[in-house]
C-alpha cells in the first residue's frame, strides 16, 4: 500500500542512543529523508540518504538504508532533552511532480 | 529569508462557514504543496502545484480548493467547513533542493 509506517513513540535517557526506524513502501524510491518537528512549528529537513547508499554519518546523525527490505532507521547519538520531537521519515516518489509520501511520525521523549 | 509564512496561525471555525488559509514564499519556487496533520496520521498531500496556473489533487482533496495566479502564493480554501476538516495545515515549497514547510495554520471547525 501507500503507507510509509513508523512506530509512534520512543522514549529515552539523555546521553543514551536513540534509534527510530521506518519501512517505507516503493523499492524505486530515489530519496529518503528524516525531518524534525518540534511542538508548535513546521517540519525541518534533518538529513536524506540516496536509494544507492548504505550508510551515511553526519554528525550524531546515522542513517541506516536497507534496500533490500525497504527498511530505514536513523540513529541519534548522545541524546539530549534538546532532541525531543516527533521525527518523519518520507520516500520521493520520482512522478512528475516528485511527491513526498511521509511516515505516520515517531515522537521521542528524552529525559534527564 | 522569510522562507514559507502561512497565515493564519489559528482559526476556529463553525460548520458550513468558509475561509482561506493563505501561503506565500519569497524562494521563486515552483513546487508548492498543501499537506494536513492528524495526530498519528502523519502528513497527507492536499494539493499541489508545479507552478503558476498549475495545479492538481493529491490524495485528500475532497473539500478544498487551490489557486496558484502567482510563483509566490498558493492559498487553501474550504468553502464548506466540517468537523472532519479540523487539523494542522501546513503549506510547503521547493525548488531544486529541499522542501520547505511553513509553521502550519491550526484549524478547529466545532
Known amino acids: 500500500g501507500e503507507d510509509v509506517e513508523q512506530s509512534l513513540f520512543l522514549s529515552v535517557r539523555e546521553g543514551d542512543s536513540s534509534v527510530i526506524n521506518c519501512t517505507y513502501t516503493?523499492?524505486?524510491?530515489?530519496?529518503l529523508y528524516w525531518y524534525k518537528q518540534e511542538p508548535g512549528a513546521g517540519l525541518q529537513l534533518l538529513t536524506y540518504?540516496?536509494?544507492?547508499?548504505d550508510m551515511k554519518q553526519d554528525q550524531r546523525l546515522t542513517v541506516l538504508l536497507n534496500k533490500k527490505d525497504k527498511h530505514l532507521s536513523l540513529r541519534i547519538a548522545d541524546t539530549q532533552t534538546g532532541d525531543s520531537a516527533i521525527y518523519f521519515c518520507?520516500?520521493?516518489?520520482?512522478?512528475?511532480?516528485?511527491?513526498?509520501?511521509f511516515g505516520t511520525g515517531t515522537r521521542l521523549l528524552v529525559s534527564p | 529569508n522569510a522562507g514559507v509564512t502561512q497565515t493564519p496561525k489559528f482559526r476556529i471555525l463553525k460548520i458550513g462557514q468558509s475561509m482561506t488559509l493563505q501561503c506565500t514564499q519569497d524562494?521563486?519556487?515552483?513546487?508548492m504543496y498543501w499537506y494536513r496533520q492528524d495526530p498519528g496520521m502523519g502528513l497527507k498531500l492536499i494539493y499541489y502545484?508545479?507552478?503558476?496556473?498549475?495545479?492538481d489533487k493529491g490524495e485528500v482533496p475532497n473539500g478544498y480548493n487551490v489557486s496558484r495566479s502567482t510563483t509566490e502564493d498558493f492559498p487553501l480554501r474550504l468553502e464548506l467547513a466540517a468537523p472532519s476538516q479540523t487539523s494542522v495545515y501546513f503549506c510547503?515549497?521547493?525548488?531544486?533542493?529541499?522542501?520547505?514547510f511553513g509553521e502550519g495554520s491550526r484549524l478547529t471547525v466545532l
Open positions: 510547503a515549497s521547493k525548488g531544486t533542493g529541499e522542501l520547505f
Open positions: 516503493d523499492s524505486s524510491s530515489t530519496y
Open positions: 540518504i540516496f536509494s544507492n547508499m
Open positions: 518520507a520516500e520521493r516518489k520520482d512522478t512528475g511532480f516528485q511527491k513526498l509520501v
Open positions: 524562494m521563486n519556487h515552483n513546487y
Open positions: 502545484s508545479v507552478g503558476a496556473g498549475i495545479t
